[in-house]
């Protein structure tokens, strides 16, 4: 009775099962961009307009009288200042946005 197991055994197919395998992301590259902003796309001459904010920084911290500079800031952490509530509101941009933004409700 014995070779009636190995028959058994060797006689049987075997299905092959199907695997599913997660989908994996493939590795990306991107170009490298020497910019700051993700909106600085268009100017041809960023690395001396960074220098210059740059050492306008520096100078006004030798002077004491640094202040957060949005243009050296990306627009993600501009976004994270705004929500916080940091924003300087002596700045002349967001006076401007105010003067405005002031009449749109007045127009509807």
């Known amino acids: 009775m014995s070779f ?3 028959v ?3 006689s049987r197919r075997v299905l092959p ?3 599913t395998l997660p989908s994996i ?3 990306h590259t991107s170009t490298p ?3 700051l902003k993700e909106s600085d796309k268009n100017r041809d001459d960023l690395p001396s307009h960074y220098e ?3 050492d306008q920084q520096l100078k006004s911290q030798k002077t004491g009288t640094a202040k957060w500079n949005s243009d050296l800031a990306s627009n993600s952490e501009a976004d994270v200042k705004a929500d916080r509530g940091e924003v ?3 700045d002349k941009a967001f006076q401007e946005l105010q003067q ?3 009449q749109i409700p007045e127009q509807k």
């Open 17 to 19: 099962s199907s695997y």
């Open 25 to 27: 992301s493939t590795f």
């Open 4 to 6: 009636l197991t190995s």
């Open 33 to 35: 961009r020497c910019g």
């Open 88 to 90: 300087d509101s002596s």
């Open 52 to 54: 210059t904010q740059k």
């Open 100 to 102: 405005k933004t002031k």
């Open 8 to 10: 058994r055994t060797g």
